[in-house]
């Protein structure tokens, strides 16, 4: 099995603490208000959030995904840091063991940087193309910036 790492980053005029809840702490709430076509739902299948927990994300109908399962691998909400592992999902994973993710907002200006760090495990014998890693980080990206725009209208949630 071998592992491919893709990692991004992010400016946003929001400060970590505000895009950090949003995103993380609180997505289950937040997200399907500001992505309703996109995500219809995030619930908790196990745990309350933290450390341990399983949080399912139900998309939209219009999305060629139905569904994934996220496991949390670390949580620290002082350092606005967040590492999960995708266990599952509707899509069949024919080149993917499983995909572990990690976010971390720093504090630039009055803003913030979001470092995204994503480990593809890829079956052995199998590779995977960087176009279609690409598509799932713009995706990621759209979210990233519909989440900063709902809260620049929005100053006072996830204050």
């Known amino acids: 099995m071998g592992v491919i790492t893709y990692s991004m980053e992010i400016t946003s005029a929001i400060a970590p603490s505000r895009m950090f809840k949003a995103l993380v702490l609180d997505s289950h709430s937040i997200l399907p208000k500001i992505v309703p076509e996109g995500i219809k739902s995030v619930e908790f299948i196990e745990g309350d959030g933290g450390v341990g ?31 999960y592992t995708m266990i599952e999902s509707d899509i069949k994973f024919d080149k993917i063991d499983f995909v572990t993710e990690e976010v971390k907002f720093v504090a630039v200006g009055s803003g913030c940087v979001c470092k995204m760090t994503s480990e593809y495990h890829v079956k052995e014998g199998c590779e995977l193309k960087e176009e279609d890693i690409k598509k799932g980080k713009d995706r990621a990206m ?8 709902y809260l620049v209208a929005n100053p006072d949630l996830c204050a």
Do not use: M, P, R
């Open 53 to 83: 927990s399983i949080k399912q994300t139900n998309f939209g109908e219009s999305s060629h995904i139905k569904y994934t399962k996220h496991k949390v691998e670390a949580l620290d909400a002082d350092s606005f840091y967040c590492k």
């Open 142 to 149: 759209g979210l990233y910036k519909a989440v900063e725009e």
